[in-house]
């Protein structure tokens, strides 16, 4: 099946900092990937819907300037939480849809195993 | 606004005894609704998704309009099926990004 993977699995950094998160399709190719942060036994919240080759779109009350997304290349996103604060301390889960075009609501989501920060 | 709506954080059930865990949604157009879950430690996976019409793992759901409902039963459950289950619904024409619910943990006993 389908597998996509993230990089780091966890990272701890220090307040003011900015760190990278990776989104990768492993074997295949994800024009589409989507960014969800999760917080302790609750529902994964969608962030921003990740388009290569474009600006992402972002869910409404989250700071585009705060969480930037870059989706260079059929296979790859990035997240990069700017000027990390204590709050931005959460599970970061990426995912990505196999197949039809980015107009469809049909193909299966395939999820990564999810990033934990924790800002000190 | 699209809203899914899962009533129990928690269900505890006995192994066997059937499973029904809720999930119901607000949607203006034809939504496509999706269970997914997470066991232990592992990442979220699809379970299952009303287009399909399947079970898996014995489990069904059946997309209910008039209610707008989803809920997931399985008749009799088992020990395995201990997770954490989301509805999570998709619109059309939204590029395929799901919105879910806020999740009910199966804890199935012995």
């Known amino acids: 099946g389908a597998v996509v993977s993230q990089h780091p699995s966890w990272v701890i950094c220090k307040s003011g900092t900015s760190v990278k998160i990776e989104c990768r399709s492993l074997?295949?190719?994800?024009?589409?990937m989507f960014w969800y942060r999760q917080f302790p036994k609750q529902s994964l919240m969608l962030m921003a819907t990740?388009?290569?080759?474009?600006?992402?779109?972002?869910e409404q009350g989250v700071e585009k300037d705060k969480f930037l997304i870059n989706h260079a290349s059929l296979t790859l996103s990035t997240l990069t939480v700017t000027s990390a604060h204590p709050e931005d301390s959460s599970f970061y889960i990426c995912?990505?849809?196999?197949?039809?075009?980015?107009?469809?609501?049909?193909?299966?989501?395939?999820f990564g195993e999810g990033s934990r920060l924790t800002v000190l | 606004a699209q809203r899914v709506t899962q009533p129990e954080k928690l269900l505890s059930v006995f192994k066997g005894a059937p499973v029904e865990l809720k999930c119901n949604y607000s949607?203006?157009?034809?939504?496509?609704l999706f269970w997914y879950v997470q066991y232990s430690r592992q990442r979220l996976q699809l379970l299952l998704r009303?287009?399909s019409r399947e079970s898996i793992k014995g489990f069904t759901a059946d997309l209910n309009k008039g209610e707008t409902s989803f809920h997931l039963k399985k008749p009799f459950a088992q020990e395995e099926d201990s997770a954490m289950y989301y509805c999570?619904?998709?619109?059309?024409?939204?590029?395929?990004?799901?919105?879910f619910g806020q999740g009910t943990e199966l804890s199935v006993k012995p």
């Open positions: 074997d295949f190719q994800a024009t589409t």
């Open positions: 009303h287009i």
């Open positions: 949607y203006s157009g034809s939504p496509e």
């Open positions: 990740s388009n290569e080759g474009s600006k992402a779109t972002y």
């Open positions: 995912s990505a849809r196999v197949g039809l075009g980015v107009a469809s609501n049909t193909g299966e989501l395939f």
């Open positions: 999570a619904l998709s619109g059309g024409n939204q590029g395929g990004k799901l919105i």
